[in-house]
């Protein structure tokens, strides 16, 4: 009689520990279901399909064309903006303002990664050029030379391959390499006057 009065006992505990635990899970659900709703009020859901379309035609456009990523990242936005406002017109789904809403805050966020690459990449280049141009020493000096060289020289064996070649790259290589021996020239006028 023992054992099945403990037997029950065993059982109620267990009856009582799945019923926390339901508990538990109901109210995280309640609080996720409270999150979601709280954000699709201040952020349409309409923002977050465009943003999903367009990261997978993204990543579509940058597999078959890697050349420039900026200008598919631009395409694939309004690909992805202008289908749904036709696709959202022929469903019935008139909530304008939402999907005009969503595109303008991902306009925003495209056109400030835009601004951002933009600035910091003319930064770095702007830095790299004044870096070769006044070297301190002369071994730097030679580095500094010998490294844009190699870097022409891949980027001329690419156009005689004709393979990905890039001739505004090229073109800036070249002129790092010009900008690298008068670098050079001036720190040999600096340091043997004669």
């Known amino acids: 009689m023992a054992q099945i009065k403990d037997f029950f006992l065993l059982l109620k505990k267990d009856y009582q520990v799945l019923g926390d635990t339901i508990k538990s899970y109901l109210n995280n659900y309640n609080k996720a279901k409270a999150f979601f709703k709280d954000l699709f009020n201040w952020i349409p859901i309409d923002f977050f399909i465009i943003l999903f379309f367009t990261i997978i035609l993204l990543i579509l456009l ?4 890697r050349r420039n990523p900026k200008f598919n990242l631009f395409l694939s936005f309004f690909v992805t903006s202008v289908s749904w406002l036709f696709l959202s017109t022929f469903l019935g789904y008139s909530r304008y303002t939402y999907i005009f809403i969503s595109m303008l805050i991902l306009g925003i ?8 690459d933009f600035g910091i990449s003319y930064f770095f280049k702007y830095i790299y050029k004044k870096r070769i141009g006044n070297p301190r020493t002369l071994e730097r000096s030679m580095y500094n030379l010998q490294t844009t ?3 022409s020289m891949a980027q001329a064996y690419l156009l005689l ?5 890039n001739l505004p790259e090229l073109k800036e290589r070249l002129t790092n390499l010009k900008i690298a021996s008068e670098g050079m020239i001036t720190l040999l006028e600096k340091k043997y006057k004669q």
């Open 149 to 151: 060289y190699n870097e």
């Open 161 to 165: 391959s004709e393979v990905d070649y």
């Open 62 to 65: 940058n597999s078959i064309s």
């Open 109 to 116: 966020f495209v056109v400030t990664f835009y601004v951002l």
